[in-house]
T-cell receptor, first 114, second 113 residues
Framework: GAVVSQHPSRVICKSGTSVKIECRSL??????MFWYRQFPKQSLMLMAT?????????EQGVEKDKFLINHASLTLSTLTVTSAHPEDSSFYICSAHRAAGELFFGEGSRLTVL | GENVEQHPSTLSVQEGDSAVIKCTYSDSASNYFPWYKQELGKRPQLIID?????GEKKDQRIAVTLNKTAKHFSLHITETQPEDSAVYFCAASPAGGGNKLTFGTGTQLKVEL
């Protein structure tokens, strides 16, 4: 079946540094990918919609200059957390859907900012 | 925008009993309602979904019902097993088939022996 792969699965960084997370659709092309953030014991909150070849669409309250999204190809979207701080520590999950419908999630990336 | 509410937040059942989780949504334009199971630290896994042109769907021990008029949908798990223990999320999407999803707050299901 379709697979969405995310990398890295875990990352620990120092406060003030930037971290890049990759989301790949392995066997289908995805013109749209979604980035979610999930804090412990909470739901998935949509951060932004990544659009291939154009700017991402951010949800209200999400800082676009802090969470940079690039969707340079039909199989890859990246999320860069810039100048990370401890409050950015979270589980970040991407998703992509095929034209026919079903949504597939990546494995998630656990970010810990020290 | 869409708002999805989910109840209960925690649910404990005895093995073999049934579990029911309920969700309501606000946007009448929503027409796709998936349910996900998420184990700790893992990605959400789709377990069943329903579209607005259907009132009920069943897959072995899992069923979902949808009441469009009342704007609510429910997940039913029968003959629960310990491996059903996880967090379950409902979601709603205004575009058919997996577009932007709004998730419910989640239900921690614990199946006790």
């Amino acid at each position: 079946g379709a697979v969405v792969s995310q990398h890295p699965s875990r990352v620990i960084c120092k406060s003030g540094t930037s971290v890049k997370i990759e989301c790949r659709s392995l066997d289908f092309q995805a013109t749209t990918m979604f980035w979610y953030r999930q804090f412990p014991k909470q739901s998935l909150m949509l951060m932004a919609t990544s659009n291939e070849g154009s700017k991402a669409t951010y949800e209200q309250g999400v800082e676009k200059d802090k969470f940079l999204i690039n969707h340079a190809s039909l199989t890859l979207s990246t999320l860069t957390v810039t100048s990370a701080h401890p409050e950015d520590s979270s589980f970040y999950i991407c998703s992509a859907h095929r034209a026919a419908g079903e949504l597939f999630f990546g494995e998630g990336s656990r970010l810990t900012v020290l | 925008g869409e708002n999805v509410e989910q109840h209960p937040s925690t649910l404990s059942v005895q093995e073999g009993d049934s579990a029911v989780i309920k969700c309501t949504y606000s946007d009448s334009a929503s027409n796709y309602f998936p349910w996900y199971k998420q184990e700790l630290g893992k990605r959400p896994q789709l377990i069943i979904d329903i579209r607005s042109n259907v009132g009920e769907k069943k897959d072995q021990r899992i069923a979902v019902t949808l009441n469009k008029t009342a704007k609510h949908f429910s997940l039913h798990i029968t003959e629960t097993q310990p491996e059903d223990s996880a967090v379950y999320f409902c979601a709603a999407s205004p575009a058919g088939g997996g577009n932007k999803l709004t998730f419910g707050t989640g239900t921690q299901l614990k199946v006790e022996l």
